[in-house]
């Protein structure tokens, strides 16, 4: 009888070999372990061997239905992986066609940067103040030490609404109304739109600037470089080079330029650059005093710097957009790369 | 301004390269835009002696001449016929090609040997005139090339001076700022001439009316002058500086305005009537022919030199044509003065006139050059246009302008630079841009100011100069305290940035609108005096009419589906109010395609329901709580059936809807454009900013449909108010989820499909329950609106 079992054994897992659908494991399974299976037919024959046999041949017969059964999951398991290869196989995508877009949005390139500047100078404790873009002359030009027929007019070509109103040529006329209304220590930036009545690959009648104001009783010029060199660090990297140079404007005394490493040659010189390595990026300076006397602040106590960017400026050089019309003719071609 | 390399030269030394220069000059804040080098690519042209002349013998307006180059002697047959033996020319040798295209060689004219040809300014390209061969100055380096000899390379920075340094516009101040820079000694050219007998005194006199106006008034005489061309150099230097060239006296005028910064101008003296000058002002209305020959209108502040009967040129800006120093002209008077800034500007706007000389007047001169400039004129003329000078000049200065002392502190300047400075360094900066300073107390100076530095009358300015001439990059960078401010964007700016993310997020692409315009739908608009186009010249009182031009540009370029938003402001004017109200708008447009075109998206087009829906995402966005739609057919740019108020809290906010097809026929557009426009100041009003959760049931929802046919005129809110109103506590939502016509449904009808949600949050419910609630509810509707279900 054992070696009839070992037979059965070996047959049934010769069949296993060579079964190759779930179906003739199915079949296997009923022939040899089935109410009528060859094996179950073994065991129920136990009845007719000797007593002192039964337990040795039955434990015997156990452990080849056991391992049978073990035998055949294994190769069930074994069939059905196969089949799921198989299937994965006949199901596959072309997964090069393009994913289903629900086409997205995007914010205008002027206010990405416009919010990139505004995010590092909040971060440096700033707060952000507005002002009307239809402005008085006084706050545009008179109360920032720009009297009525003073040559610096000449660097604004002005928008006039009436002899007294006319669109505001910078950010700045915003130091003046946060001055009258607050007193030292103050710390604004006021983003916003300017306008000048010019129009070429470099001006367009309306374009956006960051106005920057400190104020307090010991704000200094190193002060004032400080601040900046943070900023331009945060926006085009610390390892930009910052350069200071004089200038003029009516309501900041010193004045500064601040020029920074060309970002196009890294400070080699380029087209960009107009070879020179520096490109041309805020303007600056410490308060006037004419500035605070007019706000009623005594310039005796108090100091402070000032500063503005132009926004276009700073997107053109980050973008690499060489036309400053491209922001406001809002071809989707353009919008939709940002 | 443009400043020549070699004109610098000759005022300070210069060691350093142009480039180089051009940097520390940028530095100490006078900004080099450009230096671009002049090249004259002659090569084989150089100085030669005319050692014979003599005619030739089978021509007879031609010359047969010797010309020496020092070693050698070439023979050269010339047509011009301004040349004598012993002039130095220019000679272009065999192997030369000329700017004008002529190549040089040896050849043989009506016989005679040509071994080069002697050449003119214009030949050259280094000049304008062509009426005779150039005649270079005696005493040149024979045979050197020509390039060299005359200095003809040259480098030309131009510079950007500010409105502050009008002593920087002219050389003689540059050189002075690079002998500052550089440590050399600037020099000012020797002014020497011999005067004659006759004092000025007795030949002319000056009056002036308006000492405000003409603080100071100065004039020299020189008779029997010759007219004719100034010397090469000068000419070209005046070139350089962008000058044209016209004659030898009025040449003078503007080459000693380029080289001291100070205007002159010079009159034909026989052409003044009574031989005098008077200052005064015109009277209104008074009409005056400039030196343009414009007719210029005369106002009674517009200052003029007179003679003793008529005006002979507007003062400081430009002189007249019945006075003009021209061709026949023998005696002259230079006028070198002082005139008021301020008042110079304005007659220069209101003329629209402004001239080198008004441009430097309105920034203040050197009042204390006056007469150094005049002498150097009077020097220049007599050099180069012969005559005689009268003894001494005519210098009324009824006003004098008195040095200013300023004092300065260095703590101070300390403290506002953050640098810690001593007083030596200090006084050494000033007293290299010649400045005289002297020590008041341990801290202060006192500071002298020289008359061309007019800009300097603060203490502030003294500081500044220091901080200049130390460099801006050794003032030492440091950090300053920074306060802690609570918030830094106000809510507004919040619900901005909010309304733009949501409205990116569904696929609106934000657009920069110029806030310029020309529509003008509403009547109180605010517009520009002096607009640089028509279609800009007034500011938007609505965004939709840009929308619609960012549409129509990328429809142009074929950009068809789009969406597209701004936030931004408008304008209207309010009465008895300087400034106009300044609202802030949010605007959208959608056109086009829902999804775009794709290969795995239905091509629908989007209709009113999208811009709907989006609005309704935007509002539940930025908790908006409270929004109705109100149909309305009263939008003048809106069709009338598909168009909508929009209210919040029962407050108007905007409106939505589709644009009228004859609006759309002015921008050349076609498409089913959808729009809406909110007033985003009132939004930020009626936001809801402390919102709580509703809970959540713990207990299954069940869901029961109910379709009804009504008739087209009834609208879903109808229906939907209706349930509302008859159903108990139980029903938590209702949706549409179908709105059908077409087979099945009258014509005339439609069917409107609605899932209600059964919900409570306190126990399950049982179907049965749910039967008997909804066959009630429907019941009831059917009798309310009159609708029929459809099975
Ligand atoms: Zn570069």
Known sequence: ?338 | MKVSFNWLREYVDIDLAPDELGEDLTMAGFEVESISKVDTNLNNVVVGKIVSLKPHPNADKLSLCQVSTGGHLYSVVCGAANMISGDYVALALEGALLPNGVKIKNTKIRGELSQGMMCSEEELKIGRDSQGILILQDGLELGKDIASALNLEDYIFEINITPNRPDCLSIIGIAREIASITGKILKIPKIEFREGNEKIDKLTSVEIHDPELCPRYSASLITDVTIGLSPFWMRRRLESAGIRPISNVVDVTNYVLMEFGQPLHAFDFDLLSERRIVVQRADDGDIFTSLDGMERPLFSDTLMICDGEKPVAIGGIMGGLNSEVSEDTSNVLIESAYFNPTNIRKTSKKLGLQTEASYRFERGVDYGGVIRTLNRATQLVLDFCGGKAAKGVVDQYPSPIFPKEISLSINKTNKILGTSLKKGKVKRHLKGIELDVKDLDRDKVIVKIPSFRMDLHREIDLIEEVARLDGYNNIPTTTPVVRVNTAGKNPAQVLQDSAKDILASMGYLSVALLNLNVEHPYKRFVSIKNPLREDQSIMRTTLIPGLLNTMKTNVYNKNLNLKLFELGTVFYSVEHEKLPKEKKMLSALATGLRYGESWSFPGEGIDFYDIKGSLENLFEGLNIMNFSFLPTPDIPYLHPGKSSIIMVDNTEIGTVGEVRSAVLEGYELSNNIYIFELDFDLMVKHTFSDKKIKPLSKYPPIYRDIALIVDESVQFKDIYNAINKLSNKLVDNIQVFDVYRGISVAHGKKSLAYRIKYQSYERTLTDKEVNNIHEKLVSNLVEKVGARIRE
């Open chain 1, 1 to 338: 009888m054992k070696e009839e079992l070992e037979r059965l054994f070996a047959e049934a897992l010769a069949k296993l070999k060579s079964a190759v659908e779930e179906r003739q494991v199915a079949e296997i399974k009923t022939e040899f372990l089935g109410k009528k299976g060859k094996i179950t037919a073994l065991l129920r024959g136990l009845v007719n061997i000797s007593q002192e046999q039964r337990p040795v041949m039955g434990r015997l017969t156990n452990e080849v239905k056991v391992s049978l059964e073990e035998k055949i999951k294994e190769s069930l398991a074994g069939i059905r992986e196969r089949k799921r290869k198989e299937d994965l196989l006949h199901e596959s995508l072309d997964i090069t066609l393009p994913g289903r877009r629900v086409p997205i949005g995007r914010k205008h390139p002027i206010t990405e940067v416009c919010n990139e500047i505004i995010g590092i100078f909040l971060g440096l404790g700033f707060q952000i103040s507005e002002g009307p873009e239809v402005e008085l002359d006084y706050y545009n030009f008179e109360a920032l030490n720009i009297p009525k027929d003073h040559p610096a007019r000449d660097m604004h070509d002005t928008f006039y609404i009436s002899d007294e109103v006319l669109l505001r040529t910078h950010t700045s006329p915003v130091q003046i109304r946060v001055m009258e209304k607050q007193s030292p220590p103050i710390q604004i930036i006021a983003p916003g739109k300017a306008f000048r009545c010019d129009s070429d690959v470099s001006h367009t009648p309306m374009f956006h600037q960051v106005e920057g104001l400190m104020v307090g009783n010991n704000i200094t010029f190193g002060d004032l470089k400080g601040i900046l060199t943070i900023f331009v660090h945060q926006m085009f990297g610390d390892k930009t080079r910052l350069r200071f140079r004089p200038s003029f404007f009516p309501f900041t005394e010193p004045s500064a330029e601040v020029d920074m490493q060309c970002v196009i040659c890294r400070g080699k010189g380029c087209r960009v650059c107009s070879f020179s390595g520096w490109l041309e990026i805020l303007g600056s300076g410490m308060v006037d005093p004419e500035v605070f006397k007019i706000v009623g602040y005594n310039p005796n106590e108090i100091t402070g710097f000032a500063f503005g960017l132009g926004i276009e400026r700073v997107a053109m050089l980050k973008y690499g957009i060489n036309d400053i019309r491209m922001f406001f003719e809002n071809d989707m071609r353009f919008l939709g790369q940002f």
